[in-house]
DNA sequence: GATGTGACGTTCA
DNA sequence: GTGAACGCCACAT
């Protein structure tokens, strides 16, 4: 626990995001206890690509892509999503309440 | 040891 | 209803 760093725990729960699902940097802050701090959930995610963390289904509390600039730049994060048959239009995720995924409900 | 930063969230004007 | 500012905690320098 304590010897883990604040970033595995992010990089576990964003890893055990089922498929076709999305989450908000607020629950995973949320789940590891750290309610309110939702900043440092997106910047743990500067090192999902190392951990082949699906940052892609991480979105902010509004279903917005805000974090696709730290991708490749482009829309890769929206091909994704609509890769996983999620609704993504102008960087935002349609329906997002229905593809929601709360670590604290499902995992 | 202290300061700055950050892919958010919430509240106030 | 829209816009802006503040607050949060952990990591990096």
Do not use: C
């Amino acid at each position: 626990m304590s010897t883990e760093g604040f970033f595995e725990k992010v990089y576990q729960v964003a890893m055990h995001i089922p498929y076709g699902r999305v989450t908000s940097y607020g629950a995973i802050a949320n789940y590891l206890g750290a309610t309110g701090s939702a900043r440092m959930v997106g910047w743990a995610m500067n090192g999902s690509g190392s951990k082949g963390v699906p940052a892609h289904r991480v979105v902010n509390r509004n279903g917005l892509l805000t974090g696709k600039h730290h991708f490749q730049g482009t829309n890769l994060m929206q091909q994704l999503l609509e890769s996983e048959g999620i609704e993504v239009v102008d960087n935002k995720i349609q329906n997002f309440e229905t593809h929601f995924w709360d670590p604290n409900k499902e995992l």
